[in-house]
C-alpha cells in the first residue's frame, strides 16, 4: 500500500547542490512520517531529515544537514524533495527514502517500513 521511488542522486563538485526526490504511491492514508536516510559503505544506515505529516508538521534534521540540506513536501503532487547544498565529499553515499504510517517520527532507520531502492550521491572535492 506504499511504495516509494527516488530519483535526482549523481555526481557533484564540493561546494555544489543536489536535488533528490521521492515520489510516493500510497492507498488509502498518506503516510505520517516521511524523511531521507542515507549509508556509507560499511556504516549503518543515518538520518538525513525528517519530516512530520501532522499538523504540526515538525522537520528534524540532522547535524551535518542542518543549515545546508533543506527537506520539502508536496502533498498535491505525493513527493518529498531534499535540496542539498554545500556538498561536502563526505556526503557521498547511498540516499534512501522512507516513510511509516503513524506514530513518533524518529530519526531510527529500523522505525522504519517502507523504503525506496535508493539513489547514489557522489560529491568530488
Known amino acids: 500500500q506504499l511504495q516509494l521511488a527516488e530519483s535526482g542522486g549523481g555526481s557533484a563538485e564540493a561546494g555544489g547542490s543536489l536535488r533528490l526526490s521521492c515520489a510516493a504511491s500510497?492507498?488509502?492514508?498518506?503516510?505520517?512520517?516521511m524523511g531521507w536516510f542515507r549509508q556509507i559503505p560499511g556504516k549503518e544506515r543515518e538520518a538525513v531529515a525528517i519530516?512530520?505529516?501532522?499538523?504540526?508538521?515538525?522537520?528534524t534534521y540532522a547535524d551535518f544537514a542542518k543549515g545546508r540540506f533543506t527537506i520539502s513536501k508536496d502533498n498535491d503532487k505525493n513527493t518529498l524533495d531534499l535540496q542539498m547544498d554545500s556538498l561536502k565529499s563526505e556526503d557521498t553515499a547511498m540516499y534512501y527514502c522512507?516513510?511509516?504510517?503513524?506514530?513518533?517520527?524518529?530519526?531510527?532507520?529500523?522505525?522504519?517500513?517502507?523504503w525506496g531502492q535508493g539513489t547514489q550521491v557522489t560529491v568530488s572535492s
Open positions: 500510497y492507498t488509502p492514508y498518506r503516510p505520517g512520517c
Open positions: 522512507a516513510a511509516k504510517w503513524g506514530g513518533y517520527c524518529s530519526s531510527e532507520a529500523t522505525d522504519y517500513q517502507y
Open positions: 519530516k512530520s505529516d501532522r499538523n504540526d508538521g515538525t522537520t
